[in-house]
């Protein structure tokens, strides 16, 4: 059974930094690409980020290229996004999901960005 | 950046009725790389439909797709009690993954 746990949210200040993470199980995790999805309250889905199985493809939405980086590290069974110089724009609940496109989703980490 | 348009963006129906929703992109989506999603309050989205008409596991048949190039539509049958919530297309063909703004389905 596919599981995904996000970790890693929090408040923040505007400009500082934080690192998301995105434990999976139940499937083999080198096998699939995995996504950032977030969504500000109450408000739609934003598309963040995907890395491929194998890690040699990384793409971004315009409004984090440059400052977010997405990793994964198949050893821990683990997915990450690195977000720096966050701005007040960046809050939001944080999904990762699975598969192309996204069939299985994380219970999301909610992220505040504010003075 | 595709740029996905959702219409309408309320849809007031009874029980049992028939939604048609629809999902407009700004150019020709490659491949018919068209999602649907269904989000309810508190909870992380679902996917309904993938290839713009490939059921997902454990989707019921009363949801289908259908569309290519420009325009995409979800039907909902038959709506159930359940189905109450907001439907979300996403293309995945070119990146950005952009996703529409959403169609909020809610009980007349």
């Not at chain 1, 923040?12 to 500000?40: D, I, N």
Request: glycine share 10%.
């Amino acid at each position: 059974q596919v599981h995904l746990v996000e970790s890693g949210g929090g408040v923040v200040q505007p400009g500082r930094s934080l690192r998301l993470s995105c434990a999976a199980s139940g499937f083999t995790f080198s096998a699939y690409p995995f996504h950032w999805v977030r969504q500000s309250p109450g408000k739609g889905l934003e598309w963040v980020a995907v890395i491929s199985y194998d890690e040699n493809s990384k793409l971004y939405a315009d409004s984090v290229k440059g400052r977010f980086t997405i990793s994964r590290d198949v050893s821990k069974n683990t997915l990450y996004l690195q977000m720096n110089n966050l701005r007040t724009e960046d809050t939001a609940m944080y999904y990762c999901a699975t598969q192309q496109p996204p069939a299985y989703w994380g219970q999301g980490t909610l992220v505040a960005v504010s003075s | 950046e595709i740029v996905l348009t959702q219409s309408p963006a309320t849809l007031s129906l009874s029980p049992g009725e028939r939604a048609t929703l629809s999902c407009g992109a700004s150019q020709s989506v490659r491949g018919r790389y068209l999602a649907w999603y269904q989000q309810k309050p508190g909870l992380a989205p679902r996917l309904l439909i993938s290839d713009a008409s490939n059921r997902a596991i454990g989707i019921p048949d009363r949801f289908s797709g259908s569309g290519s190039g420009t325009d995409f539509t979800l039907t909902i049958s038959r709506l159930e009690p359940e189905d109450f919530a907001v439907y979300y297309c996403q293309q995945y063909g070119t990146s950005p993954f952009t996703f529409g703004p959403g169609t909020r389905v809610d009980i007349k």
